[in-house]
């Protein structure tokens, strides 16, 4: 049997052909009378299709919410004869989707070391970045190449800023939409097949700064504070590909279908526990902590707290991992450094946790009520149950402000 070529497919019209050491994985969209119902496998050379078992509270859940017995998928759902978010973002949606779903077999590929290999060289050459952590790895410009690509061929986008790019990309005058991107959160650990993801988030382009030189109006449009956030999202590719965006009225969860290579509705109108079980953080560090940070931490592991249970910790040290399951069980997801950027991570992130019925801050102040000043801002980052994070923000110090003995 012949090995599958190795190639990409290019977004529609596109004549910007990316590298590309992977197996084309990723099957062209098309629809199936039961996208999540059934799925195909194949054993010794013969297809056979057998039922996908699916809960019957998350059927009824999703069938009540929907209004009928059916699984939407992402793009029906952005539609008029869904959550209606107008033309322009629904063709955006159609290109980001595209890119996730090129991202999503990359990371899955055999491959990775030949692409390190490749890209090592343009990886460290030229970066301004502070540190050696921050070095862009291949697969994080692969990503940051595919976005870009797909957000080039919507037509809908005027300026792209990303985590791996020192300065937004000015891509067009007519774009009406502006998109802060972390193209592939969690690289680091790739080779341990630790789950990793994209996240994003999607603004108004300011009209009013369209008089100004385009470096300029590039940076202060990617510069919005997240009160202002049309959309955001992530993407989790882990052992199921799935979507999370919030358009400001809920937030809901698609995942991807293999056997149809579309993203179908699974977890509507999710609604974080008011208050979890879980803390997520790198205890590691437990003694470069404040005293406020130590005293919660000590507290709630014991059953002292608020809530009268032992706490459990849960570290995956990959965030958009770390912030799903939370989003999913409730809890804390946190970082108490000044580590995680506000533009990429914490005004997306945040936007998602706040429409699930949640809380994100930097340990004193909302996120989304922030404005940023530069890019690659950092600060400490807490996002979760509301009554966890209320009771954490009661003790008067938990961010961490030295960082004694290792690298940001």
């Not at 084309?24 to 059934?38: A, C, M, Q, T």
């Not at 790019?165 to 097949?193: E, K, M, T, Y």
């Not at 940070?293 to 249970?309: A, E, M, N, S, T």
Request: charged share 20%.
């Amino acid at each position: 049997m012949e090995s599958p070529a190795l190639i990409f497919s290019q977004t529609p019209h596109s004549n910007h052909a990316l590298p590309s050491l992977i197996p084309h994985l990723v099957p062209p969209p098309r629809r199936s009378l039961h996208p999540v119902g059934r799925f195909l496998s194949t054993f010794g050379g013969h297809a056979t299709r057998r039922p996908l078992l699916i809960p019957s509270r998350v059927t009824s859940n999703m069938a009540s919410s929907t209004g009928v017995d059916s699984y939407p998928t992402l793009l029906e759902y952005v539609g008029k004869g869904g959550a209606d978010v107008g033309d322009d973002l629904v063709v955006l949606l159609t290109h980001l989707q595209y890119a996730c779903k090129r991202i999503a077999a990359l990371v899955a590929s055999p491959f990775n070391a030949k692409l390190d290999q490749r890209h090592q060289e343009r990886g460290r050459a030229g970066s301004s970045l502070s540190s050696e952590r921050d070095i862009p790895k291949p697969l994080d410009i692969i990503a940051n190449d595919i976005i870009l690509t797909s957000l080039k061929n919507s037509g809908k986008v005027a300026v792209m800023a990303s985590e791996e790019d020192d300065l937004p990309v000015w891509i067009s005058d007519n774009g009406p939409f502006v998109i802060v991107v972390d193209p592939l959160d969690g690289s680091r650990n790739i080779d341990a097949s630790i789950p990793t993801g994209t996240i994003f988030g999607i603004y108004n382009r300011l009209a009013e700064l369209d008089h100004l030189p385009v470096e300029e109006k590039a940076q202060l449009n990617s510069l919005q504070s997240g009160n202002r956030l049309v959309a955001a999202g992530y993407v989790l590719y882990s052992s199921a590909t799935i979507i999370c965006i919030s358009f400001g009225s809920g937030t809901h969860a698609f995942t991807l279908d293999h056997s149809t290579g579309e993203f179908v509705l699974t977890h509507p109108s999710i609604q974080i526990p008011r208050r979890g079980q879980i803390y997520s953080v790198n205890d590691a560090r437990y003694f470069d902590w404040p005293d406020g940070l130590r005293r919660y931490i000590d507290v709630v592991r014991q059953g002292k707290g608020q809530f009268p249970k032992k706490y459990s910790a849960r570290y995956i040290c990959s965030l958009v991992a770390d912030f799903h399951r939370t989003l999913i069980y409730g809890g804390i997801v946190m970082n108490p450094r000044d580590h995680l950027r506000i533009v990429y991570e914490a005004n997306p992130l945040s936007f998602l946790v706040e429409h699930a019925g949640g809380r994100g801050s930097d340990g004193k102040t909302r996120i989304l009520s922030m404005q940023p000043v530069e890019l690659h801002q950092r600060l400490p980052l807490f996002l979760g149950s509301v009554d966890d994070m209320l009771e954490l923000e009661s003790y008067d110090t938990i961010q961490q402000k030295i960082n004694p003995g290792y690298d940001v």
